[in-house]
């Protein structure tokens, strides 16, 4: 059974960089049949994709248009996890973050983590 | 960027009852190259993530009731729920993914029990 356990700080301040983790069980960060994702929601954005990792002989990322110049999904291949950093926040970023696997073929988040509240406030 | 507008934005519906979630792309989801449309649909009740109930339109992932079930093709999506129990009480998002690389939600139809 694939789980997914989000760990990060629920408080950031404006201007600083937005930090969360994503710890794998029972599925590789490094798959090649897995995309890994961020995905954000609040009550004025909704669902929002952010971005994802995902190993096809090699690393590549996807970002949304929204955040692209903020935005770095990485992986941890010898912890078997994935990061998401994001830049220069502001109180708009306040939202829910979840981490979710993405399978090849299914077009959808099949597994997610517990989500973690962060708020970006001084 | 395709955007997906839901309708209604809430709807209550007796126990037993069918109830009916549509969905609208701004463009067609509709890949040519294997005539699969990306449409998801998920389900999310308070405190908990989203939880995948349809994929590619109208495959059920395994353990969803089949009392739920999926449709359509292009830019039209529908959700069912044919006998609504009282576990369904929740908010119902679709969700595309097309050539872009990047994934869409709809704004969230909210199902209560009339």
Same mark, same amino acid.
């Given at each position: 059974q694939v789980q997914l356990q989000q760990s990060g700080p629920g408080l950031v301040k404006p201007s600083q960089t937005l930090s969360l983790t994503c710890g794998i069980s029972g599925d590789s960060v490094s798959s090649n049949r897995a995309n890994w994702n961020w995905?954000?929601?609040?009550?004025?954005?909704?669902?929002e994709w952010l971005g994802r990792t995902s190993y096809r002989s090699r690393w590549r990322n996807d970002y949304a248009v929204s955040v692209k110049s903020r935005i770095s999904v990485t992986p941890d291949t010898s912890r078997n996890q994935f990061f998401l950093q994001l830049k220069s926040v502001t109180a708009d970023d306040t939202a829910v973050y979840y981490c979710a696997r993405e399978i090849v073929?299914?077009?959808?988040?099949?597994?997610?983590?517990q989500g973690t509240m962060v708020t970006v406030s001084s | 960027d +395709?955007?997906?507008?839901? =309708?209604?934005?809430? #709807?209550?519906? /007796?126990?037993?009852?069918?109830?009916? +979630?549509?969905?609208?792309? =701004?463009?067609?989801? #509709?890949?040519? /190259?294997?005539?699969q449309n990306y449409l998801a649909w998920y389900q999310q009740k308070p405190g908990q993530p989203p939880k995948l109930l349809i994929h590619l339109t109208s495959v059920r992932e395994f353990g969803v009731p089949d009392?739920?079930?999926g449709s359509g093709s292009g830019t039209d999506f529908t959700l069912t729920i044919s006998s609504l129990q009282a576990d369904d009480v929740a908010v119902y998002y679709?969700?595309?993914?097309?050539?872009t690389q990047t994934w869409t939600f709809g704004q969230g139809t909210k199902v209560e029990i009339k």
């Amino acid at each position: 059974q694939v789980q997914l356990q989000q760990s990060g700080p629920g408080l950031v301040k404006p201007s600083q960089t937005l930090s969360l983790t994503c710890g794998i069980s029972g599925d590789s960060v490094s798959s090649n049949r897995a995309n890994w994702n961020w995905i954000r929601q609040s009550p004025s954005r909704g669902l929002e994709w952010l971005g994802r990792t995902s190993y096809r002989s090699r690393w590549r990322n996807d970002y949304a248009v929204s955040v692209k110049s903020r935005i770095s999904v990485t992986p941890d291949t010898s912890r078997n996890q994935f990061f998401l950093q994001l830049k220069s926040v502001t109180a708009d970023d306040t939202a829910v973050y979840y981490c979710a696997r993405e399978i090849v073929g299914i077009a959808g988040f099949d597994v997610w983590g517990q989500g973690t509240m962060v708020t970006v406030s001084s | 960027d +395709i955007v997906m507008t839901q =309708s209604p934005d809430s #709807l209550a519906v /007796s126990l037993g009852e069918r109830a009916t +979630i549509n969905c609208k792309s =701004s463009q067609s989801v #509709l890949y040519n /190259s294997n005539n699969q449309n990306y449409l998801a649909w998920y389900q999310q009740k308070p405190g908990q993530p989203p939880k995948l109930l349809i994929h590619l339109t109208s495959v059920r992932e395994f353990g969803v009731p089949d009392r739920f079930s999926g449709s359509g093709s292009g830019t039209d999506f529908t959700l069912t729920i044919s006998s609504l129990q009282a576990d369904d009480v929740a908010v119902y998002y679709c969700q595309q993914y097309y050539n872009t690389q990047t994934w869409t939600f709809g704004q969230g139809t909210k199902v209560e029990i009339k």
